[in-house]
């Protein structure tokens, strides 16, 4: 099994930043792909940044510009550095990670770190 262990959420004001960290642990073989989604009140999760093995980054148009997905290979761990935070990017925000163990692939999730973005 993998775990998803995310940290660095929070409150914050309108124009401030964050930073989330998201460190898997356990049968973790390669991680071919690392990443945050978010899901606001009344809407559904949607992709924020992920990236893949091989070290390209893809961002939702919505945080282009504003948000850096960055990662430690030897520590297994994400990074998303959050600037010029607006209202909107209020949500949870869960840690994906899709696994290769040996055997197989396989997705894993965070239990979520909420954000949010207010004055």
């Known amino acids: 099994q993998v775990q998803l262990v995310e940290s660095g959420g929070g409150l914050v004001q309108p124009g401030g930043s964050l930073r989330l960290s998201c460190a898997a642990s356990?049968?973790?073989?390669?991680?071919?792909?690392m990443g945050w989604y978010r899901q606001a009140p009344g809407k559904d999760r949607e992709l924020v940044a992920v990236v893949i093995s091989g070290g390209s980054t893809n961002y939702a148009d919505s945080v282009t510009g504003r948000f850096t997905i960055s990662r430690d290979i030897a520590k297994n761990t994400v990074y998303l550095q959050m600037n010029s935070l607006e209202p909107e990017d209020t949500a949870v925000y869960y840690c994906?990670?899709?696994?290769?163990?040996?055997?197989?692939?396989?997705?894993?999730w965070g239990q979520g770190t909420q954000v949010t973005v207010s004055s």
């Open positions: 356990g049968r973790v073989f390669r991680i071919n792909a």
């Open positions: 994906y990670a899709k696994v290769y163990n040996g055997l197989g692939s396989s997705e894993y």
